[in-house]
C-alpha cells in the first residue's frame, strides 16, 4: 500500500503476484490471445494507476494485472480486493490534483478512471492538460452521463430511439404536466446520484413526492434541480459496453443487471444488485439495429456537436416489441456488469485501453469465453438506504477457492486480521458455468459460504433468463 506521508509517498508493502479466477495464482505467466495483440502497441511494460473503490475497480485492476505488460499498478484509494493484486494509495477519487502529483511523481503509464464522478469533473482534461496519459471521456464528452437531458437532446436531434420526454427546472410545471400523463411515468434527476436518481412512479401522489424531492428538498443536490418526465417503456432491459475511439467501435458481450434491491424487481433502484452475460434478450438482428439507428447516429451527432468521445460507452437499452430504445447512456465501465464481463473476456485488456486512446479501436478484436457468467452481489442491510458498516466478513477463502468463482471486493477495509463491510454494496460473487444455470448456481454456492451481519442480496438473479434466450 502507498500513504502520504506529508509531501512524500511511501511505499509501505507490494502484493503478491496476480491472482487468477477462482483465487488460484497463476504458475506461469499469462499469455494474451492473439485477436487482441494483433494491435501490438504495448512495447514496454506500463505503470497503471485505476482510479475508485469499488467492485468494478477490483475487476479492473484484476484483469489489468494478468497483462504481461503490467509492471506495476496503484489503486486509488482501492479497497480489500484490490489491495491483493495491486497497492492501494489513500487519495479520495474527488481529489483530482493529488491523483495529478501521485501520477507524475510515480511516472504512470496509463490512468484508468472507474467512477463517473471523476469524469464528470474533468479529470482526464486535468490529466492531458500535464501530458499524462488516461483512458476515459473528457468533461463535454462526459455529459452524456453527466446530464440526462443533455443526452436526450442529443438523441432527439439523431433520431436515436428514446422514450418520449420533457424536461423541467420548474416544480410546478413539472407538477402541472403530471397531470395529464398515464401512469407509470419515469422521473429523473438531470445530474449524478450514485445510480439512484431515476424513479418510477406508479401513480401521481409518488410523482409528486418524487418531484417535490428531487427539485425542492434537494434530494440529490444540484444533480436533481433540473429532471427529466418521461414515458415508461415496456420490455426487458439489456446493458451493452463498446469501446469508442471518437470514430469507431468495437462492441464487448453484451450482460443484463438487476436494479431493483429486491427479489422480483420490488424496491428501490440502487447500483445494481446482480448480473448475467450473455444477455438472454440479445440477438444478431437487434445488435445490426443497434449499430444502424443507435451507434452510428451517436457518433456522428457527437462530431457534429464537436464532442470527442474516446473511452468506455455504457448504453442502458430497453427491448422492446419495436426493437431496442435507449434508457440511458453512461461513460464508464458498468458495476456490476464489469465483474460479469471480465471474467468472460480472454484478451488482454491493456492493449485495447491504449487503442481506444489512440483512435486504433478499429485494429482491434476481443476473443470471449463461451461460458455464462453469474454475478450475484452481497449488500449491508438497509441498502440503498441507511445501513451500518464495520461488520465482520468471513468464508471469503472458503468461497474464493470454488472452481471457476471469483470475489470481487466493494465496501470492505481491513481491520487487523480482519475483513469488514465498509459500504452499501459489500462484495460481488461472480461465477462461470457451461450453462447460465450452472454459472448461477456456482454463484449462489459461494454466496452460501460468505457470512456478515445483516448481509442483504437477491436470490433471483438471471433465474427469469434460464432458458429465455431469444433467437
Not at 495529478?100 to 503509464?109: G, L
Not at 468495437?250 to 424487481?265: G, I, P, Q, T, W
Not at 492493449?351 to 482491434?364: F, M, Q, S, V, Y
Request: proline share 4%; glycine share 10%.
Amino acid at each position: 500500500m502507498i500513504r502520504r506521508s506529508g509531501r512524500e509517498w511511501q511505499d509501505v508493502g507490494t502484493p503478491a503476484g496476480p491472482k487468477l479466477f477462482g483465487g488460484r495464482r497463476s504458475a506461469r505467466p499469462y499469455q494474451p490471445l492473439d485477436s487482441a495483440s494483433r494491435y501490438s502497441y504495448l512495447r514496454f511494460v506500463v505503470k497503471i494507476l485505476v482510479i475508485g473503490s469499488g467492485g468494478r475497480e477490483h475487476a479492473l485492476t484484476w484483469k489489468l494485472r494478468q497483462s504481461p505488460q503490467a509492471e506495476r499498478i496503484f489503486c486509488a484509494p482501492g479497497n480489500v480486493g484490490t489491495g491483493e493484486v495491486a497497492e492501494n494509495v489513500t487519495i479520495p477519487v474527488s481529489d483530482l490534483k493529488a491523483l495529478v502529483s501521485f501520477a507524475k511523481e510515480n511516472r504512470v503509464d496509463l490512468t484508468v478512471v472507474g467512477p463517473d464522478d471523476p469524469l464528470a469533473a474533468g479529470i482526464i482534461d486535468l490529466f492531458t492538460s500535464e501530458k499524462l496519459r488516461a483512458f476515459g471521456p473528457n468533461k463535454s464528452a462526459a455529459r452524456i452521463e453527466s446530464s440526462k437531458i443533455f443526452a436526450k437532446e442529443l438523441m432527439r436531434t439523431q433520431k436515436i430511439p428514446t422514450a418520449e420526454a420533457r424536461t423541467f427546472s420548474n416544480s410546478s410545471e413539472a407538477l402541472h404536466y403530471c397531470e395529464r400523463l398515464e401512469f407509470p411515468i419515469v422521473i429523473k434527476a438531470d445530474g449524478l446520484a450514485l445510480g439512484k436518481g431515476v424513479v418510477i412512479a406508479a401513480d401521481a401522489a409518488m410523482a409528486r413526492s418524487t418531484i417535490d424531492g428531487m427539485m425542492n428538498q434537494g434530494r440529490f443536490g444540484d444533480a436533481g434541480r433540473r429532471i427529466v418526465i418521461e414515458e415508461f417503456l415496456h420490455g426487458t432491459e439489456c446493458s451493452l459496453h463498446v469501446l469508442v475511439d471518437r470514430r469507431n467501435y468495437v462492441l464487448l458481450e453484451s450482460a443484463r443487471d438487476h436494479k431493483r434491491a429486491l427479489d422480483a424487481d420490488q424496491g428501490p433502484n440502487t447500483g445494481g444488485m446482480g448480473a448475467f452475460s450473455p444477455a438472454s434478450n440479445w440477438n444478431s438482428k437487434l445488435q445490426s439495429r443497434f449499430d444502424s439507428e443507435i451507434m452510428r447516429p451517436l457518433l456522428r451527432g457527437l462530431i457534429q456537436e464537436d464532442v470527442t468521445f474516446q473511452g468506455l460507452l455504457y448504453p442502458g437499452l430497453m427491448i422492446t416489441s419495436d426493437g431496442p430504445r435507449v434508457l440511458e447512456f453512461n461513460c464508464r465501465f458498468g458495476d456490476p456488469e464489469t465483474q460479469t464481463l471480465l471474467p468472460r473476456m480472454k484478451s488482454d485488456l491493456l492493449p485495447l485501453l491504449e487503442a481506444t486512446i489512440d483512435g486504433k479501436i478499429e485494429r482491434c478484436a476481443i476473443e470471449w469465453d463461451t461460458r455464462a457468467a453469474v454475478t450475484v452481489v452481497l449488500a449491508s442491510g438497509g441498502y440503498p438506504g441507511k445501513y451500518e458498516s464495520g461488520k465482520s466478513i468471513s468464508g471469503l477463502d472458503q468461497a474464493g477457492k470454488l472452481e471457476d468463482v471469483q470475489i470481487f471486493h466493494a465496501g470492505t477495509k481491513r481491520d487487523g486480521s480482519e475483513v469488514k463491510t465498509a459500504g452499501g454494496r459489500v462484495l460481488a460473487v461472480t461465477a462461470l458455468g457451461s450453462t447460465l444455470e450452472a454459472a448461477r448456481a456456482r454463484a449462489y454456492e459461494a454466496v452460501s459460504r460468505i457470512h456478515f451481519e445483516n448481509c442483504h442480496y437477491r436470490r433471483d438473479i438471471a433465474l427469469n433468463a434460464i432458458g429465455a434466450n431469444v433467437t
